[in-house]
C-alpha cells in the first residue's frame, strides 16, 4: 500500500473516535503542520520518477481533499454536539416573576442645557466644556479682576490649596480664556456647566449652573448682544413677546457691563413671563474688556465681542415652575420622578442637538 494511502486509512480511524477540539487541532496539525504527513508527501513530489508524479500528484491531492472535508465535518459535529448539551444543561424557567423595571428620568437642569444648547446652535454657537477644578489665572486675573476683588475672598470662592492657586470655578467665564487661548478669533460658542460659590438660601445653592456665551468678531456691538439674548429668551420660554431690560452693572472683564432682568407678573398664583410690572434678573453680560482680549493674545484693534453669562437653574425653575433651588440636588427620586422629563419625550423647541 502506498504511504498516502496509509495515511488516509489511518486517519479516517482517528477521526472516528470521540475527539474533543483540541484532540482534532493536534490532528490537522499532524497532517498539515509544517512538517506535518501530508505535507511532507507534497516535498517528497520532486524526487518522484517522472512517469510517477502525475498519478502521485493526484493521488496525493485527493486525499488531502478528503483528509481536509473529513476534518471539517468532524469539528461540526463536536460543535453541535456541545450546544445540545448546552442546552439541556440550561433551563430557562419561564414562570420566575419579571424583574422590576425602572424607567429614568432626565433631571431638570440636563433637560433646560439640552434646550438652551439646541437654540443657541440654531444661530451658530458652539459648545465648549471647561473643567470644575480652575487655576486662579483662567477664573480671576485673566479675566481682569483685580486683586482686591471680592470675589476672590474665601467667603465667596471655594479654594482648594492654601497659595489660592486651584480652586472650584466661581463661573463659567473662563471658558472664555481657554476657548480664546486655544484656538484663533473668530469666537462664536456657548460653554454651560457647574460653578461653585460659598452661598446657601432658598434662591442660591453652593453648587449651581451656568452657561456662558462669547461672541468675538469684527465689528460685533451692543445691538449683537441685545438681539442675541431677546431671541433666546423668547425661544427658551416659548413666548413671542418679552419685557428685557438691560441694567448698567459692573464685570471686570466686560466694558460697558449690564445685567439683564425680565418681565414677568404673578397670574392665579403662577409665574408668567414676558408680561407684568415685575423684574427677575437672569445673567450678566456685556462687551469683552480689551485688558481680557490682550491677555489672550487677540489684536483689540480688529476684533471685539460680547460676553454673557446665565443662570441656569433659575430659567429651568421659571420654565418648568419650581421654588425651591435646593430641590434640585436633594437627589429625592421622588422629586425627579415628578419634575424629571421622559427621556423620550422630544421637547418642542428642540432641534435635535445632544450634549
Ligand atoms: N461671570 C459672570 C457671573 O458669574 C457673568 C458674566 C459673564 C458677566 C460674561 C458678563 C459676561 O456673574
Same mark, same amino acid.
Given at each position: ?94 414562570? #420566575?416573576?419579571? /424583574?422590576? %423595571? ?32 480652575? !487655576?486662579?489665572? !483662567? ?18 470662592? %471655594?479654594?482648594?490649596? !492654601?497659595?489660592? &492657586?486651584?480652586?472650584? /470655578? ?54 449683537? #448682544?441685545?438681539? *442675541? ?8 420660554? &416659548? ?19 449690564? &445685567? $439683564? ?23 450678566? *453680560? ?5 485688558? $481680557?482680549?490682550? !491677555? ?34 436633594? *437627589? ?6 415628578? %419634575?424629571? %422629563? ?14
Amino acid at each position: 500500500m502506498s504511504d498516502i494511502k496509509k495515511i488516509k486509512d489511518e486517519f479516517f480511524l482517528k477521526l472516528k473516535e470521540d475527539l474533543n477540539l483540541n484532540q482534532i487541532n493536534e490532528i490537522k496539525n499532524d497532517l498539515f503542520g509544517k512538517n506535518g504527513l501530508v505535507s511532507s508527501q507534497f516535498k517528497k513530489l520532486g524526487s518522484v520518477a517522472e512517469e510517477e508524479r502525475k498519478k502521485f500528484a493526484s493521488e496525493l491531492n485527493t486525499v488531502k481533499d478528503e483528509l481536509q472535508n473529513k476534518l471539517v465535518k468532524k469539528i461540526q459535529e463536536i460543535e453541535s454536539k456541545e450546544i445540545n448539551q448546552k442546552l439541556e444543561k440550561e433551563k430557562l424557567d419561564i414562570t #420566575l416573576p419579571e /424583574r422590576p %423595571f425602572f424607567k429614568g428620568k432626565i433631571h431638570p437642569v440636563s433637560q433646560a442645557i439640552d434646550e438652551i444648547s439646541s437654540i443657541f446652535s440654531e444661530i451658530g454657537f458652539s459648545v465648549e466644556e471647561g473643567p470644575d477644578i480652575e !487655576n486662579e489665572y !483662567n477664573n480671576f486675573t485673566a479675566l481682569n479682576t483685580p486683586d482686591n476683588h471680592p470675589a476672590r475672598d474665601m467667603h465667596d470662592t %471655594f479654594y482648594l490649596d !492654601n497659595k489660592k &492657586e486651584l480652586l472650584l /470655578r466661581t463661573h463659567t467665564s473662563p471658558v472664555q480664556i481657554r476657548t480664546m487661548l486655544k484656538e484663533k478669533p473668530p469666537f462664536k460658542i456657548i460653554a454651560p456647566g457647574r460653578t461653585y460659590r460659598s452661598d446657601s438660601d432658598q434662591t442660591h445653592a453652593p453648587m449651581f449652573h451656568q452657561v456662558e456665551g462669547l461672541h468675538i468678531d469684527k465689528n460685533i456691538n451692543m445691538g449683537h #448682544l441685545k438681539g *442675541c439674548l431677546d431671541y433666546f429668551i423668547k425661544e427658551f420660554f &416659548e413666548i413671542d413677546k418679552i419685557k428685557m431690560r438691560f441694567r448698567p452693572s459692573h464685570f471686570p472683564f466686560t466694558e460697558p457691563s449690564a &445685567e $439683564v432682568d425680565i418681565g414677568y407678573e404673578i397670574k392665579d398664583g403662577k409665574i408668567v413671563i414676558g408680561e407684568g410690572d415685575k423684574w427677575l434678573e437672569i445673567l450678566g *453680560c456685556g462687551m469683552v474688556h480689551p485688558n $481680557v482680549l490682550k !491677555n489672550v493674545k487677540i489684536d483689540t484693534k480688529k476684533y471685539q465681542g460680547y460676553a454673557f453669562g446665565i443662570g441656569i437653574d433659575r430659567l429651568a425653575m421659571l420654565k418648568y415652575g419650581i421654588n425651591d433651588l435646593r430641590a434640585f440636588f436633594d *437627589c429625592d427620586y421622588r422629586w425627579l420622578n415628578h %419634575f424629571g %422629563f421622559d427621556p423620550l419625550d422630544v421637547p418642542t423647541n428642540y432641534r435635535g442637538l445632544s450634549r
